[in-house]
Nanobody
């Protein structure tokens, strides 16, 4: 059975930092493309960052230069380091694991940026 469990969300002031983690089980983590997505109230889910199995990364324009994605294959975990957070970063953040044979989602973790 596949599990993707996100953690690390919470309430933070503008300009602050958070690190999200996503622990995976039940999949061959090292071959998976891992991604972070987010969904704000009333908006569609959007891609934030991805990291491939050979650790190539890409972050989308709204978070470029502020967010960094990384992975630890020994721990079956992907991370999203979020710095210089803005109120518009407020959303539920979801972890995704994808390969040619599967596409799984975590349950999400809430990130709220507010003073």
């Amino acid at each position: 059975q596949v599990h993707l469990v996100e953690s690390g969300g919470g309430l933070v002031q503008p300009g602050g930092s958070l690190r999200l983690s996503c622990a995976a089980s039940g999949i061959i983590f090292r071959i998976s493309r891992m991604g972070w997505y987010r969904q704000a109230p009333g908006k569609q889910r959007e891609l934030v960052a991805v990291i491939t199995s050979d650790e190539r990364t890409n972050t989308t324009e709204p978070v470029k230069g502020r967010f960094t994605i990384s992975r630890d294959n020994a721990k079956n975990t992907v991370y999203l380091q979020m710095n210089s957070l803005k109120p518009e970063d407020t959303a539920v953040y979801f972890c995704n694991a994808k390969s040619t044979k599967f596409d799984y989602w975590g349950q999400g973790t809430q990130v709220t940026v507010s003073s």
